[in-house]
């Protein structure tokens, strides 16, 4: 197939890359985005069932042309909006959607592929849409062309700024981009749309549906996915490779830094303020005049080289916002749609002879109603898979202990998010099964809530634990906990690789109440 | 499955678990099925993330393997942690303090501009240092001001003049190359900034906006109701303080006031002084057509015991008397009140007075416990409800008489006596209803007492008795022994006290002044009294006792005639048949005064004191002064004379009386009415009873109650008048009034030691006078101030 202006959005077909291996696999991967270079077609394509953080620009040269597949014809009229998930719609399944869709959804803007992976989940989505006025107009037929119009201004600027970033972009990837623009236009204009709808958090979905509040997202939180979320714009990693400190980071997601400069090939952070900075140039006159050398915020906690700052969100803008700036470019779900006030930011910073570096972080807010005591958190990729995400974690349970509160992270949990919870949650509660001995000779127990107290895990996260690890079993009338071999050997082994511990006794943490404090 | 709906219980998280090892359960496995019964609990992952390749791939490898595998982890984009020029790009060292780092947020707003120069700039600023010198940071700081001066328009360069204050050329430069670079500019700003909201919704959904601010309330539900209740709060808080703020204005609306008066009072006393109204006649006349002023002042003022000081200003014995109660006084804006105007009017006094009375009622109307308390009971009389003293026409309230001219009483001065008094510390309880009392027949201090008028006009003592007692009874004797004039005064005092009232001048001669006076008058009012003035020292202090001097007579002339007090039981028949001759004969006394002092008006203190107390009448005026007891005494025994027993109402004559007095007193300058009478002290604790002899002195003075207290008539002519004595008599309603009056008696013996008799006298009034301002009191003075002299 040619490579001009055959493959355009919504195609699929299969893309060389290589694998942990360094294999070549060709997995199937959607475009989602085509833009020329000095005369070499780029396409931003999405693979499979691969997280969002895989999507990559390629070259054509990468791509299976003869296994070519392109969007349905049908899918273009009911798409409500573009993109659902984190992943894009596999064809397969288009025709159910599309049945769906017709039938709830006559006509909104042309879609692009888009997995539904549940029935559920679109007819959510679907009734999201109808209800709220923006919606409405946009999943007006006649209106959207007008709708188009109205939200194509912005894709045009994004598109006429990457003209002026990059001259060399020609009109070709203007056009192209434009078509794609109509093509998504509509996505961002849907607001009855829930992205991150179904994580084990229906409840939120349904939430929000009932609040029918289209225009703005729910304050609470973190990780609730704002609707503009889901459009194409977010759903492109925009920031090509950030600066900071000793490291190059590739960002995984989407993150809100000023346009202007996602044009960059580079993005320089200041290690310690975390000051974004579109040259090295600018970066080295701000290091003239910038003097931290660590997070600006109270020290709580020192081990070793660990740190803790705690960083208020109200107190401190300038630096929560630039922190929430680098972390969405590795958290899919966050949002960064309200200010930072009502939150904490907790940064993990690991000392040398320069300074307090940043290391990862996790953010709470000051009141959760629902018993969270984490928002988002994150190890910064240089240092993961270190132990350090276990390290953040602990800390984070830590502060619960401190609080008397059980606690357990905001909803949706990332890939990584679950691994890493599940680990942590596994080693913490094996460690308290392993150690309870005998009690004169009677065969240890202990209750669900025992553990939750002992640990701040929220009973929910103990029980997902246990069934997990498989260790509830229906025994003679009764449940019990088994242990078994493999489980003890593992335990064993994963416990002798965890070397960096939080020490309770280096905190230095009051809780505040913040109910008494005003607003946050 | 038929075991299913066995194993449907739920999971029960309060349930123990028992914990096995699967070796201990070899048919464990038999129960497997059993483990789909338990729910699934969600992942909280987004469903479709949940089943990404890798996650899926690490799962499972997880729950094979136990443990991580290096090939099984999620791939995610590489970092590269390799940058070569990071040690040159962040310059230094940071050495880890011991403590752990805390930072006031504040601090990190420092000045630095937020715009970093690039490498563009860098060539300008290359370019313009060729001509002169620029830093980069000074160049920053343009760059940032001129972007920050300018959100939606760019800054003209006389705008940028005027920000930048910069060299001409230096500013046209840069200001030029920051428009052009500003054209160029891709983006809102020089310096990147986040895309802010705005207002119109129109950004809700562009991605770039970040960080809106959260317009809706987050949610209460969890403090609904906190959130009610401390609503609630802050309303009740808010009313409580709108309360304090308004007592307050009216507090400083009432003192301004206060003070206002108390200037205008100054000025009256002044302008008075200098018009040598001594006597009040101009001020009576001036009064007269607004009798409404004097009803105010008038109450209070009548007092007794400010009467007795005001006389007690003409006697030397009384000065001292004075300047003890002074001494004593435990009030402290009052003390400074008599400091600070020497020449203060018996008004002023009775403003005073008032004053303090308000303060009371305020006190317990704003419920302020904690100050007053303490000043109440001592303020206020025993006898009399407060509200009795606020109120003129309470039932014993006070009726002016046309034409009378009122003063104020010295009320806190004779109240503070004991309390300052440091041995008498522990009197604190009964100082209030009792003053320290002294006798001159028996030459002792009873003590404590408190003065009633009983029936018929007794004066009824009622003794109390005290810690202190002792103290007291040794004080008297002896000082009376030693120091006629001082004598009654002297005892219960402090060294220093006595010592100042020595110092005084003219003290020698005003003591043989006072006896002959005493001698002559043949009166004596013997009402030894521990509080006295404590402005004796000076002259000028004198003067000012002069009104405090004023209640006294009164009071010693209602404590001649009253005859023994119930409670202390301490009238004795004979002395209220006494009594009875005595009233009689303090009306002819008063008449035969009257007719004499007549003669000489203005100089009618030398004649009535002549015609009362023998001895040259100025010395006599300036030692009275301070000896309120004889002088008062000699005053209501004027009184009288002139209006016979009622003859006071004649304001002319009353009038000439003062004047006489106060002529005297003149020296002191200080005016004395003569019809105020004292109040009476609470406490009484002897009843002192004189009889004014016709024209002889021959006053006994009643003790009773005091054992030894005998009408020490004999000895004792106490020409202490009486206005109360005749009040009691005419009007026994009065009698019951507080103005249980110590009748300083000068009695016959006044001859053999009047200085004593004198003193103790003036003493004795002095204090508890002030306590009591009584209407009764007052309207007894006024009508019945009766000079009465005991041969």
Same mark, same amino acid.
């Not at chain 2, 004047?659 to 007193?665: A, E, K, P, R």
């Given at each position: 197939?040619?490579?001009?202006?055959?493959?355009?959005?919504?195609?699929?077909?299969?893309?060389?890359?290589?694998?942990?291996?360094?294999?070549?696999?060709?997995?199937?991967?959607?475009?989602?985005?085509?833009?020329?270079?000095?005369?070499?077609?780029?396409?931003? !394509?999405?693979?499979?069932?691969?997280?969002?953080?895989?999507?990559?620009?390629?070259?054509?040269?990468?791509?299976? !042309?003869?296994?070519?597949?392109?969007?349905?014809?049908?899918?273009?009229?009911?798409?409500?909006?573009?993109?659902?998930?984190?992943?894009?719609?596999?064809?397969? /399944?288009?025709? !159910?959607?599309?049945?769906?869709?017709?039938?709830?959804?006559?006509?909104?803007?042309?879609?692009?592929?888009?997995?539904?992976?549940?029935?559920?989940?679109?007819?959510?989505?679907?009734?999201? #849409?109808?209800?709220?006025?923006?919606?409405?107009?946009?999943?007006?037929?006649?209106?959207?062309?007008?709708?188009?119009?109205?939200?194509?201004?912005?894709?045009?600027?994004?598109?006429?700024?990457?003209?002026?970033?990059?001259? /060399?972009?020609?009109? %070709?990837?203007?056009?192209?981009?434009?078509?794609?623009?109509?093509?998504?236009?509509?996505?961002?204009?849907?607001?009855?749309?829930?992205?991150? #709808?179904?994580?084990?958090?229906?409840?939120?979905?349904?939430?929000?549906?009932?609040?029918?509040?289209?225009?703005?997202?729910?304050?609470?939180?973190?990780?609730?996915?704002?609707?503009?979320?889901?459009?194409? !714009?977010?759903?492109?990693?925009?920031?090509?490779?950030?600066?900071?400190?000793?490291?190059?980071?590739?960002?995984?997601?989407?993150?809100?830094?000023?346009?202007?400069?996602?044009?960059?090939?580079?993005?320089?952070?200041? %290690?310690?303020?975390?000051?974004?900075?579109?040259?090295?140039?600018?970066?080295?006159?701000?290091?003239?005049?910038?003097?931290?050398?660590?997070?600006?915020?109270?020290?709580?906690?020192?081990?070793?080289?660990?740190?803790?700052?705690?960083?208020?969100?109200?107190?401190?803008?300038?630096?929560?916002?630039?922190?929430?700036?680098?972390?969405?470019?590795?958290?899919?779900?966050?949002?960064?749609?309200?200010?930072?006030?009502?939150?904490?930011?907790?940064?993990?910073? %690991?000392?040398?002879?320069?300074?307090?570096?940043?290391?990862?972080?996790?953010?709470?807010?000051?009141?959760?109603?629902?018993?969270?005591?984490?928002?988002?958190?994150?190890?910064?990729?240089?240092?993961?898979?270190?132990?350090?995400?276990?390290?953040?974690?602990?800390?984070?349970?830590?502060?619960?202990?401190?609080?008397?509160?059980?606690?357990?992270?905001?909803?949706?949990?990332?890939?990584?998010?679950?691994?890493?919870? /599940?680990?942590?949650?596994?080693?913490?509660?094996?460690?308290?099964?392993?150690?309870?001995?005998?009690?004169?000779?009677?065969?240890?127990?202990?209750?669900?809530?025992?553990?939750?107290?002992?640990?701040?895990?929220?009973?929910?996260?103990?029980?997902?634990?246990?069934?997990?690890?498989?260790?509830?079993?229906?025994?003679?009338?009764?449940?019990?906990?088994?242990?078994?071999?493999?489980?003890?050997?593992?335990?064993?082994?994963?416990?002798?690789?965890?070397?960096?511990?939080?020490?309770?006794?280096?905190?230095?943490?009051?809780?505040?109440?913040?109910?008494?404090?005003?607003?946050? | 499955?038929?075991?299913?709906?066995?194993?449907?219980?739920?999971?029960?998280?309060?349930?123990?678990?028992?914990?096995?090892?699967?070796?201990?359960?070899?048919?464990?496995?038999?129960?497997?099925?059993?483990?789909?019964?338990?729910?699934?609990?969600?992942?909280?992952?987004?469903?479709?993330?949940?089943?990404?390749?890798?996650?899926?791939?690490?799962?499972?490898?997880?729950?094979?393997?136990?443990?991580?595998?290096?090939?099984?982890?999620?791939?995610?984009?590489?970092?590269?942690?390799?940058?070569?020029?990071?040690?040159?790009?962040?310059?230094?060292?940071?050495?880890?303090?011991?403590?752990?780092?805390?930072?006031?947020?504040?601090?990190?707003?420092?000045?630095?501009?937020?715009?970093?120069?690039?490498?563009?700039?860098?060539?300008?600023?290359?370019?313009?240092?060729?001509?002169?010198?620029?830093?980069?940071?000074?160049?920053?700081?343009?760059?940032?001001?001129?972007? +920050?001066?300018?959100?939606?328009?760019?800054?003209?360069?006389?705008?940028?003049?005027?920000?930048?204050?910069?060299?001409?050329?230096?500013?046209?430069?840069? *200001?030029?190359?920051?428009?052009?670079?500003?054209?160029?500019?891709?983006?809102?700003?020089?310096?990147?900034?986040?895309?802010?909201?705005?207002?119109?919704?129109?950004?809700?959904?562009?991605?770039?906006?970040?960080?809106?601010?959260?317009?809706?309330?987050?949610?209460?539900?969890?403090?609904?109701?906190?959130?009610?209740?401390?609503?609630?709060?802050?309303?009740?808080?808010?009313?409580?303080?709108?309360?304090?703020?308004?007592?307050?204005?009216?507090?400083?609306?009432?003192?301004?006031?206060?003070?206002?008066?108390?200037?205008?009072?100054?000025?009256?006393?002044?302008?008075?002084?200098?018009?040598?109204?001594?006597g009040g006649e101009?001020?009576n006349?001036?009064?007269?057509?607004?009798?409404?002023?004097?009803?105010?002042?008038?109450?209070?003022?009548l007092?007794n015991?400010?009467r007795? +000081?005001?006389e007690?200003?003409?006697?030397?014995?009384?000065?001292?008397?004075?300047?003890?109660?002074?001494?004593?006084?435990?009030?402290?804006?009052?003390?400074?009140?008599?400091?600070?105007?020497?020449?203060?009017?018996?008004?002023?006094?009775?403003?005073?007075?008032?004053?303090?009375?308000?303060?009371?009622?305020?006190?317990?109307?704003?419920?302020?416990?904690?100050?007053?308390?303490?000043?109440?009971?001592?303020?206020?009389?025993?006898?009399?409800?407060?509200?009795?003293?606020?109120?003129?026409?309470?039932?014993?309230?006070?009726r002016r008489k046309a034409g009378c001219q009122y003063?104020?009483?010295?009320?806190?001065?004779?109240?503070?006596?004991?309390?300052?008094?440091?041995?008498?510390?522990?009197?604190?309880?009964?100082?209030?209803?009792?003053?320290?009392?002294?006798?001159?027949?028996?030459?002792?201090?009873?003590?404590?007492?408190?003065?009633?008028?009983?029936?018929?006009g007794?004066?009824?003592?009622?003794?109390?008795?005290?810690?202190?007692?002792?103290?007291?009874?040794?004080?008297?004797?002896?000082?009376?022994?030693?120091?006629?004039?001082?004598?009654?005064?002297?005892?219960?005092?402090?060294?220093?006290?006595?010592?100042?009232?020595?110092?005084?001048?003219?003290?020698?001669?005003?003591?043989?002044?006072?006896?002959?006076?005493?001698?002559?008058?043949?009166w004596?009012?013997?009402?030894?009294?521990?509080?006295?003035? +404590?402005?004796?020292?000076?002259?000028?202090?004198?003067?000012?006792?002069?009104?405090?001097?004023?209640?006294?007579p009164a009071?010693m002339v209602a404590?001649l005639n009253?005859?023994?007090?119930?409670?202390?039981?301490?009238?004795?028949?004979?002395? *209220?048949?006494?009594?009875?001759?005595q009233l009689a004969q303090m009306q002819k006394q008063q008449l035969a005064q009257l007719q004499q002092k007549r003669p000489?008006q203005?100089?009618s203190?030398?004649d009535r004191?002549?015609a009362q107390?023998?001895?040259?009448?100025?010395?006599?005026?300036?030692?009275?002064?301070?000896?309120?007891?004889?002088?008062a005494a000699s005053a209501v025994i004027s009184a009288p004379g002139l209006g016979s027993s009622e003859a006071n109402k004649d304001s002319r004559t009353h009038s000439a009386n003062v004047n006489g007095i106060?002529?005297?007193?003149?020296?002191?300058?200080?005016?004395h009415s003569t019809s105020s009478t004292?109040?009476?002290?609470?406490?009484?604790?002897?009843?002192?009873?004189?009889?004014s002899?016709g024209g002889?002195?021959?006053?006994?003075?009643?003790?009773?109650?005091?054992?030894?207290?005998?009408?020490?008539?004999?000895?004792?002519?106490?020409a202490?008048v009486v206005s109360p004595v005749n009040l009691h008599l005419s009007a026994?309603?009065s009698?019951?009034?507080?103005?249980?009056?110590?009748?300083?008696?000068?009695?016959?013996?006044?001859?053999?030691?009047?200085?004593?008799?004198?003193?103790?006298?003036?003493?004795?009034?002095?204090?508890?006078?002030?306590?009591?301002?009584?209407?009764?009191?007052l309207n007894g003075i006024s009508e019945t101030t009766v000079a009465m002299e005991?041969?």
């Amino acid at each position: 197939m040619a490579d001009n202006g055959d493959i355009i959005e919504g195609c699929r077909l299969p893309v060389l890359r290589k694998n942990q291996e360094n294999e070549d696999e060709w997995p199937l991967a959607e475009i989602l985005s085509v833009k020329e270079i000095t005369g070499t077609k780029l396409y931003y !394509v999405h693979y499979i069932d691969f997280n969002k953080r895989l999507d990559e620009w390629v070259t054509p040269d990468r791509l299976d !042309v003869k296994k070519l597949q392109f969007p349905k014809k049908e899918a273009k009229t009911p798409s409500k909006n573009g993109l659902p998930g984190s992943r894009p719609s596999s064809p397969e /399944r288009d025709p !159910v959607r599309k049945t769906l869709d017709l039938s709830l959804q006559t006509a909104t803007a042309p879609s692009r592929g888009k997995t539904i992976p549940t029935t559920k989940r679109k007819a959510e989505s679907l009734t999201l #849409a109808t209800p709220s006025p923006a919606g409405a107009v946009s999943s007006l037929p006649v209106s959207t062309e007008t709708s188009q119009a109205s939200v194509y201004p912005s894709m045009r600027e994004g598109n006429a700024f990457s003209q002026k970033c990059k001259p /060399r972009d020609d009109h %070709e990837q203007l056009t192209s981009l434009t078509t794609n623009g109509t093509a998504r236009r509509l996505m961002p204009s849907q607001p009855g749309r829930k992205r991150k #709808a179904n994580c084990g958090g229906t409840d939120e979905d349904s939430q929000d549906s009932s609040d029918g509040i289209p225009s703005a997202p729910r304050m609470t939180g973190s990780l609730v996915s704002d609707r503009s979320h889901d459009d194409i !714009v977010t759903r492109m990693k925009n920031i090509e490779c950030i600066e900071l400190g000793r490291h190059r980071l590739k960002p995984w997601y989407f993150s809100p830094y000023p346009q202007e400069l996602t044009a960059l090939p580079i993005l320089y952070l200041c %290690e310690f303020c975390l000051k974004y900075l579109k040259s090295l140039k600018c970066l080295q006159r701000h290091l003239t005049k910038c003097n931290l050398r660590h997070p600006p915020g109270n020290e709580i906690y020192r081990k070793g080289t660990i740190s803790f700052f705690e960083i208020d969100g109200r107190k401190n803008k300038t630096y929560s916002q630039n922190l929430c700036l680098l972390a969405k470019c590795f958290l899919d779900h966050k949002t960064l749609y309200y200010d930072t006030d009502p939150f904490l930011f907790y940064v993990m910073t %690991e000392y040398d002879s320069k300074g307090f570096h940043i290391v990862g972080y996790f953010s709470k807010e000051k009141e959760s109603t629902e018993d969270y005591n984490v928002a988002c958190i994150l190890t910064l990729p240089p240092y993961q898979r270190r132990g350090y995400g276990k390290l953040l974690i602990e800390f984070s349970y830590e502060l619960s202990k401190v609080e008397g509160k059980t606690g357990t992270p905001e909803k949706p949990l990332s890939d990584l998010g679950l691994l890493s919870y /599940r680990s942590y949650w596994s080693q913490t509660i094996l460690e308290i099964l392993m150690d309870l001995k005998p009690d004169n000779g009677e065969r240890p127990q202990i209750t669900i809530n025992e553990i939750s107290e002992i640990t701040s895990v929220k009973k929910e996260d103990v029980i997902s634990t246990l069934q997990y690890l498989n260790l509830i079993n229906y025994y003679k009338g009764q449940y019990i906990l088994t242990l078994s071999e493999d489980i003890v050997d593992g335990h064993d082994r994963a416990m002798l690789k965890r070397h960096l511990r939080i020490d309770p006794k280096c905190l230095h943490f009051t809780p505040k109440d913040w109910s008494k404090r005003g607003k946050w | 499955m038929s075991k299913l709906s066995f194993r449907a219980r739920a999971l029960d998280a309060a349930k123990p678990l028992p914990i096995y090892r699967n070796r201990d359960l070899p048919d464990l496995n038999d129960c497997v099925s059993i483990n789909r019964a338990v729910p699934q609990m969600p992942t909280g992952m987004e469903k479709e993330e949940e089943s990404e390749h890798h996650l899926q791939r690490a799962i499972s490898a997880q729950q094979v393997f136990r443990e991580k595998k290096e090939s099984m982890v999620i791939p995610v984009p590489e970092a590269e942690s390799n940058i070569t020029y990071y040690d040159r790009l962040y310059k230094g060292e940071f050495r880890i303090p011991k403590q752990l780092i805390h930072i006031q947020p504040f601090n990190l707003d420092n000045e630095q501009p937020d715009y970093d120069m690039d490498s563009e700039d860098e060539t300008l600023l290359n370019r313009l240092n060729r001509k002169m010198e620029i830093k980069p940071l000074q160049f920053e700081m343009m760059m940032d001001r001129l972007e +920050k001066a300018s959100a939606n328009q760019l800054v003209t360069l006389q705008e940028a003049k005027l920000l930048l204050n910069e060299d001409d050329y230096l500013l046209k430069s840069v *200001y030029d190359y920051w428009v052009r670079k500003r054209k160029n500019c891709r983006g809102p700003s020089l310096t990147p900034q986040i895309k802010q909201e705005s207002r119109d919704g129109s950004t809700n959904n562009d991605p770039y906006v970040a960080f809106r601010r959260r317009t809706e309330k987050m949610q209460t539900r969890k403090n609904r109701k906190n959130d009610e209740a401390s609503y609630e709060k802050m309303l009740k808080l808010r009313r409580e303080f709108s309360t304090a703020v308004t007592i307050l204005e009216m507090i400083k609306r009432r003192e301004k006031s206060k003070r206002e008066l108390l200037h205008l009072t100054l000025e009256v006393v002044e302008k008075r002084y200098q018009m040598g109204d001594f006597g009040g006649e101009i001020l009576n006349q001036v009064t007269i057509p607004r009798p409404e002023k004097c009803v105010y002042s008038s109450p209070i003022s009548l007092p007794n015991g400010n009467r007795h +000081k005001m006389e007690s200003k003409t006697k030397r014995p009384h000065h001292i008397s004075i300047k003890e109660e002074s001494h004593f006084d435990f009030v402290r804006p009052k003390k400074k009140y008599q400091k600070k105007a020497k020449l203060e009017v018996f008004r002023q006094q009775s403003h005073t007075v008032h004053r303090s009375a308000i303060n009371k009622s305020d006190i317990k109307q704003y419920d302020f416990h904690s100050s007053g308390e303490e000043d109440y009971p001592q303020v206020q009389s025993p006898a009399s409800e407060p509200d009795e003293e606020n109120d003129p026409d309470g039932m014993f309230g006070f009726r002016r008489k046309a034409g009378c001219q009122y003063y104020a009483p010295r009320v806190d001065q004779s109240d503070s006596l004991l309390w300052d008094y440091p041995e008498l510390a522990g009197l604190r309880e009964l100082r209030h209803r009792h003053c320290l009392t002294a006798l001159s027949v028996p030459r002792r201090c009873v003590g404590l007492a408190r003065r009633r008028v009983g029936r018929g006009g007794r004066v009824i003592m009622d003794r109390a008795s005290s810690e202190h007692d002792r103290i007291l009874k040794r004080l008297d004797p002896e000082a009376f022994a030693s120091d006629p004039g001082n004598a009654g005064s002297d005892c219960p005092d402090s060294p220093v006290w006595t010592s100042a009232s020595r110092s005084l001048p003219g003290k020698a001669s005003s003591l043989g002044e006072i006896l002959s006076n005493i001698k002559a008058c043949r009166w004596r009012c013997f009402q030894p009294r521990p509080s006295q003035a +404590k402005d004796g020292g000076d002259g000028s202090a004198w003067k000012k006792l002069g009104p405090t001097a004023n209640g006294r007579p009164a009071e010693m002339v209602a404590s001649l005639n009253t005859p023994k007090n119930t409670t202390s039981g301490g009238i004795t028949e004979e002395q *209220y048949q006494t009594h009875q001759q005595q009233l009689a004969q303090m009306q002819k006394q008063q008449l035969a005064q009257l007719q004499q002092k007549r003669p000489s008006q203005h100089a009618s203190l030398p004649d009535r004191h002549n015609a009362q107390v023998p001895g040259t009448p100025d010395c006599v005026s300036k030692t009275l002064d301070s000896a309120s007891a004889q002088f008062a005494a000699s005053a209501v025994i004027s009184a009288p004379g002139l209006g016979s027993s009622e003859a006071n109402k004649d304001s002319r004559t009353h009038s000439a009386n003062v004047n006489g007095i106060v002529q005297t007193s003149g020296t002191s300058k200080s005016l004395h009415s003569t019809s105020s009478t004292a109040p009476p002290p609470p406490a009484p604790v002897q009843l002192l009873r004189t009889t004014s002899g016709g024209g002889s002195n021959h006053l006994p003075v009643l003790c009773t109650g005091a054992p030894q207290s005998l009408p020490g008539a004999a000895h004792l002519n106490n020409a202490s008048v009486v206005s109360p004595v005749n009040l009691h008599l005419s009007a026994r309603a009065s009698a019951p009034s507080p103005s249980a009056l110590k009748l300083a008696t000068v009695a016959a013996t006044a001859l053999e030691r009047p200085p004593k008799v004198t003193p103790a006298s003036a003493i004795g009034s002095m204090a508890r006078e002030n306590h009591e301002p009584e209407r009764l009191a007052l309207n007894g003075i006024s009508e019945t101030t009766v000079a009465m002299e005991v041969t």
